[in-house]
């Protein structure tokens, strides 16, 4: 019964810090909270891409994964808090909770396998007809912890169910934008759970085999999925 009031308690805290993110650094612990110096306890060094398609949603959900750098890895985990100035959060969070993709993308595109509408051949980019709706921590920590966000306002392109998504921390900031028009600084410090939504329907009906690519200075990580019209 003990472990099971624990296990409840922790779960509470994690929906808890979902709806607040567990950012206010002058509130009181709850339980299943620990203190922390730093808002981002977990970094993901992208390997690998899952995507799972929610054709009930109209979106892809795509999961960022790979190698995870916490304390335990000190001075590679020492670098990149000192690198994006996370070193004073001061604050409860629900430990690992909180996680940013370290890999710095570039850029991210879809191609198609055919055809998608007259202007778009097969194996063109569809940067212009898809958008991403992901989060990132990075305005967060360039502001010193100030630049919080409340997901309940969250736009449309997050909203499932007319419920907006529960799992980002107010610490993370909406990345909602046509694939054309992010920048670098859109893609710093990710969250690994990110979604693409199709903004028109391609010219014929039918199953059509995308392609998303993430590029980084090093690197590309890419995945392929089949999505009907």
Partial sequence: MKHLKLGL????????????????????????????????????????????????EGCVKLLIDGKHITHH???????????????????????????????????????????FDPAHPAGSSLA???????????????SGYTASFDWRTAPADYRFEEEPVAHYGSGFSPVNNRLDALSPDDLRLLDPTLYLRFKTSPAQTGTYLFTVTMTCAERTISQTFPLTF
């Fill in 128 to 142: 212009d007809l898809v958008t991403l709706a992901g989060a990132s921590a990075y305005p967060y920590l360039q």
């Fill in 9 to 56: 308690l922790g779960l509470c805290a994690i929906v808890l810090c979902g709806a607040t993110g567990c950012t206010d650094n002058n509130s009181q612990p709850i339980d299943g909270t620990v203190f922390s110096t730093h808002y981002i306890p977990k970094y993901t060094q992208a390997q690998t891409l899952t995507i799972r398609t929610m054709p009930d």
């Fill in 73 to 115: 890895d000190e001075t590679a985990f020492r670098d990149l808090y000192t690198q994006y100035g996370d070193t004073d959060f001061n604050g409860y969070l629900v430990p690992y909770t909180m996680q940013a993709v370290a890999t710095e993308f570039t850029a991210i595109d879809v191609t198609c396998d055919r055809a």
